[in-house]
């Protein structure tokens, strides 16, 4: 009867499984599995106690703050710049950077009982910006107080044929070098102008029409620090499907396509901000930067490093002129202008003529579709 009665209930549990049973198997698999919490919960402990220490570090910076010429926000980015490397140096990408950057100075303001308003990014080369306008006298003066809040060796403004009173906002701001240009000497040629002013490792590109947030810049300072050539903004995921896409938005996808950068998008250097390391500059040469697809063209075919590592909506905020607006528009025309020539100068390096022309009928059969 035993023999019996145990093969009866060997006979009913084997076909369900019960709680426990059900524990016991989830148990079992979970063996198999790597400890991904316990992973997560280390990395989450290993952060926490960075920050905790850049805190400390912070505050004893804080309470050692000078009373000479240099502004507390000088000092507090000089102090983080000599701590960050050994604070930071398990912490990976600019978010985690970042945060520790954000405790220092929460620590160093706290201590020192003033408030900080500039962002905690430690570079190890020398940086500047190049600002390019022309009668942006309501946006120019924000334009800087932005850039001020980053930690940039040199600001270089390049008035190019501007008639307001743009000149007088430079004028007002300490520490700017002046690029002034009476007579307006073309679209992009300030970008050249302002690359050959500054001898920084690294240099972001901004307009005088667009207020960004120096938060939003810092992503392309860092990356272009940390080993990138070319940083583009990343402006893929505000693109409507290629069916409803401009004529300008298709072939900055054509030349990307054809530089075997498909990868790209439409992403390029003639959207702001994007930031170049001197290296590249260096290749291509300054007066290319006039022609921003070329200089990307160029950049791709020598080898160096092109990315998108951030978006600023610049689509939105863009302001509407005459020139930019309608299909067909003169900057539309001039932009496609450049493109071609960019192609030109691929073809005399080159380029495979075959690959210009050719694009599968199920690649265009899929765009033309897209919803």
């Known amino acids: 009867m035993k023999e019996r009665s145990g093969g009866v209930r060997r ?4 076909g369900r499984r019960t709680p426990r049973n059900r524990a016991r198997t989830i148990g079992r698999r979970n063996l198999t599995k790597p400890p991904l919490k316990s992973e997560a919960a280390s990395r989450s402990a ?22 000479n010429d240099q502004s507390i926000e000088q000092q507090a980015r000089l102090a983080w710049q000599e701590q ?27 201590a020192a009982g003033r408030s900080l308003n500039i962002i905690p990014l430690a570079l190890n080369k020398p940086a500047a ?32 044929g501007t008639t307001d009173n743009s000149l ?21 040629v300030g970008r050249a102008l302002g690359a050959k002013m500054t001898e920084a490792e690294t240099l972001l590109f901004v307009d005088g029409d667009m207020v960004v947030p ?26 409507p499907p290629f069916a409803r896409q401009d004529e300008v938005s298709r072939i900055k996808a054509y ?17 702001v901000p994007h930031a170049l390391s001197r290296k590249m500059i260096q290749i291509v040469k300054p007066e290319a930067l006039a022609v921003p697809p070329k200089a990307q063209s160029l950049a791709i075919q020598h080898g160096l490093k092109v990315t998108a590592p951030s978006q600023v909506d610049v689509i939105r905020s863009n302001r509407l002129r005459s020139t930019n607006t309608g299909s067909g528009n003169e900057v539309a ?14 073809l005399d390096m080159g380029g495979n003529k075959s690959q210009a022309r050719s694009i599968s009928r199920a690649e265009v059969a899929y765009r033309r579709n897209a919803r």
Not at 129 to 143: D, K, P, R, S
Not at 216 to 239: E, I, T
Request: glycine content about 8%; aromatic content about 4%; overall charge negative.
């Open 129 to 160: 910006a190049v600002v390019c306008a022309c009668n942006e006298e309501l946006t120019l003066g924000q334009v800087l107080v932005q850039l001020k809040r980053l930690p940039l060796t040199d600001i270089v403004v390049v008035l190019n």
């Open 46 to 67: 290993t952060s926490r106690s960075v920050l905790h220490e850049a805190f400390s570090a912070g505050q004893r910076a804080g309470r050692k703050m000078l009373g």
């Open 84 to 110: 960050q490397a050994a604070i930071s140096a398990d912490l990976k990408g600019y978010s985690a950077a970042m945060q520790a950057g954000k405790a220092f100075m929460q620590g160093y303001a706290q």
């Open 255 to 271: 030349l990307n396509r054809v530089l075997n950068r498909s990868d790209l998008g439409s992403n390029s250097l003639t959207a």
């Open 333 to 346: 025309r001039l932009i496609i202008g450049d493109h071609l020539e960019a192609i030109a100068a691929w």
């Open 11 to 14: 006979q009913r549990t084997a």
């Open 168 to 188: 007088t906002q430079v004028l007002e701001q300490p520490g700017i070098t002046l690029v002034y240009e009476p007579d307006r000497a073309g679209h992009d």
């Open 214 to 239: 120096a938060e939003q810049l810092a992503p392309f300072l860092y990356a272009v620090d940390r080993g990138d050539d070319v940083a583009l903004n990343n402006l893929s995921s505000l693109l």
